[in-house]
């Protein structure tokens, strides 16, 4: 599941995003509008919900980056 997918599962609710690039709080008004709207940028909202947990009236949750994609392997060739 992805913060933004997320964050549609529980609209109206603040959210914490915690992640390698920062913390990010999601307001619950902003939390609504992002369940409406499909966000241009979507930073974060992209990765994947590694861990969540509900505390002090707000969702924390740990957010993963996608996995670069990787090209065909490399071989070396013999001159």
């Known amino acids: 599941m992805t913060v933004l997918e997320f964050i549609r599962q529980h609209p109206a609710q603040a959210v914490d995003v915690i992640s390698s690039e920062g913390c990010d709080h999601v307001t619950p008004k902003r939390s609504m509008a992002l369940a409406r709207d499909r966000p241009e940028d979507l930073g974060v909202l992209d990765w994947t ?5 509900f505390s002090a009236g707000a ?3 740990l ?5 670069l994609e990787q090209g065909p392997e490399l071989t070396l060739a013999m001159a």
């Open 49 to 53: 919900v590694g861990h969540s947990s």
């Open 59 to 61: 969702w924390h949750i």
């Open 63 to 67: 957010a993963i980056a996608p996995a």
